[in-house]
């Protein structure tokens, strides 16, 4: 790690010097990479002199008490949100958005698949209540994967598995 080390020489000095980034792997502690990107100039391209203007960009973090203040200060991050497990409603939304009004290659009418969302807005419910989560990223999944008729019970199995 030399670069830590002169850093920290110059560091002594008064000079001001950026940190590294750490990135590590998850996969094999001993093998370790680091990123030639600082978190200053990370911050510079976020919205330094050389950024440009007219942009929206979407940080996301499991972890929000882990990031570095000066990431996430007011003018840097103007809006944070939640983006939770899905509620029962939003599945449904998401079964008869995803399904309806498309090329019913498996037959299923609008109503059929308004009568299916409502079973896979209760099958959501029914995992809640049996303390049971489950991601909008992963229903999605399940519904590209499997035609209207076969997505309930995809989704039953899935939040079976997810105990």
Known sequence: MPLLTSACRRAKTGETVARPLRFHSFNDEK?????SVTFSGFLNALDGVA???????????????????????????????????AVPEQARTLFTNFYCNGPAEDGASDDQVELEGRQ??????D???DGRRISMAALQGTFIRHEAKDAVASTRELLGARQ
């Open 51 to 85: 950024s440009g203007e007219e942009r929206i960009i979407f940080l996301t973090t499991n972890h929000l008490d882990r990031l570095d203040p000066a990431l996430i200060r007011p003018g840097r991050v103007d809006l944070a949100t939640l983006i939770d497990d």
């Open 127 to 129: 995992g809640i209540k």
């Open 31 to 35: 093998r370790r990479y680091q990123s």
């Open 120 to 125: 896979v807005e209760e099958v959501v419910s």
